[in-house]
Structure formats: structure tokens, C-alpha cells
Nanobody
Framework: QVQLVESGGGLVQAGGSLRLSCAASGRTFTFSDYYMGWFRQAPGKEREFVAAISWSGGGTTYSDFVQGRFTISRDNAMNTVYLEMNSLKPEDTAVYYC?????????????????WGKGTPVTVSS
């Protein structure tokens, strides 16, 4: 079974920055074989796709609401995916999760292929 452990969240003022990390582990899971993605779930809302990165890191995709502010990256040697978040807004407040993203018809969905980790909470104060 694959384990996903997110970290790096916290409380930050609007306009600030945070860097999230997600470490993946599992005996049968070859991290570099999979696209990886970040998702978030705000209080009272459904989980939504944030960003994805290709196997080697050469290709990235972002949701419109984070485009230009967030950067996804990965380190395959460390089995870790990162999310650098800048210019944070109160509406970015959510629990952030990583997972292997699911695509339908070339579009990223809000679903992940693996069991979800506990996530890391991000709170942006105004």
C-alpha cells in the first residue's frame, strides 16, 4: 500500500508564502512512473485539483485560480513532490493533499488514484 505524507502547512498572512512537501512510500510504488498532483479541500467544499506534474517534472498543469502564484516540482530521488505557494490569499485556506491525479479525456479531475493521506492544513489570514 502506498503512503502519502503531506507537510509544510501552517498559518500565514495574505501575500505570504509556504512550501508544501509530500513524501510517497510503498514497496511496489515506483514514484517516477507516475504523474503527481496537489489537491485541496476548503471547509464546507469538495476537494479540488490544484496542480500536476509529469514523471520527469518537465510538464506542469495548474488550475486557473493558482496559475502564476503556485509552482509544483518533484524530486524523484527523494520520492517527494512539492508545492511552492506565493501571494497567498484567504481563499487559499484549505487542507492540501497530494495524490496521483486522475485524468478523463485529457482533463484533470478532482480524484486521485491512491488512498488519501491526512493532508496539511493551510490557513491564510487577511
Amino acid at each position: 500500500q502506498v503512503q502519502l505524507v503531506e507537510s509544510g502547512g501552517g498559518l500565514v498572512q495574505a501575500g505570504g508564502s509556504l512550501r508544501l512537501s509530500c513524501a510517497a512510500s510503498g514497496r511496489t510504488f515506483t514514484f517516477s512512473d507516475y504523474y503527481m498532483g496537489w489537491f485541496r479541500q476548503a471547509p464546507g467544499k469538495e476537494r479540488e485539483f490544484v496542480a500536476a506534474i509529469s514523471w520527469s517534472g518537465g510538464g506542469t498543469t495548474y488550475s486557473d485560480f493558482v496559475q502564476g502564484r503556485f509552482t509544483i516540482s518533484r524530486d524523484n530521488a527523494m520520492n517527494t513532490v512539492y508545492l511552492e505557494m506565493n501571494s497567498l490569499k484567504p481563499e487559499d485556506t484549505a487542507v492540501y493533499y497530494c495524490n496521483v491525479p486522475v485524468r478523463t479525456g485529457g482533463t484533470y479531475t478532482n480524484n486521485g488514484m491512491l488512498y488519501w493521506g491526512k493532508g496539511t492544513p493551510v490557513t491564510v489570514s487577511s
